[in-house]
């Protein structure tokens, strides 16, 4: 079993900046692939950003690429994820997610990850 918990959401003005953190906990050292998935009111949850076990390859969707920088930090068993120019569409509860597997590369569909946090609240709006 692996444990993950957002924590770093919350209100914060179009353009600024907020960082998000997902601890995990239980079987770490079996994670591999790590994600961030979003949901906003009224719409699917939608693949954010990932990132492999070492922390050396990342792949972001196109709507947050170069906005958003996903990292990790595995002696603190840690992910993050950097939000700059954030925008009133970035509003979203958001996830982390684990994949045990290790042959699956950076997976971005939901299905492929075994592990979810709760999610926590990020609002844009001035």
């Known amino acids: 079993q692996v444990q993950l918990v957002e924590s770093g959401g919350g209100l914060v003005q179009p353009g600024g900046s907020l960082t998000l953190s997902c601890a995990t906990s239980?079987?770490?050292?079996?994670?591999?692939?790590m994600g961030w998935f979003r949901q906003a009111p009224g719409k699917e949850r939608e693949f954010v950003a990932a990132i492999e076990r070492s922390g050396g390859s990342t792949y972001y969707a196109s709507a947050v690429k170069g906005r958003f920088t996903i990292s990790r930090d595995n002696a603190k068993n840690t992910m993050y994820l950097q939000m700059n120019s954030l925008k009133p569409g970035d509003t979203a509860v958001y996830y982390c997610?684990?994949?045990?597997?290790?042959?699956?590369?950076?997976?971005?569909?939901?299905?492929?990850?075994?592990?979810w946090g709760q999610g926590t609240q990020v609002t844009v709006s001035s």
């Open positions: 239980g079987r770490t050292s079996s994670t591999y692939a």
């Open positions: 997610a684990a994949d045990l597997n290790p042959t699956r590369g950076i997976p971005t569909r939901e299905p492929l990850y075994e592990y």
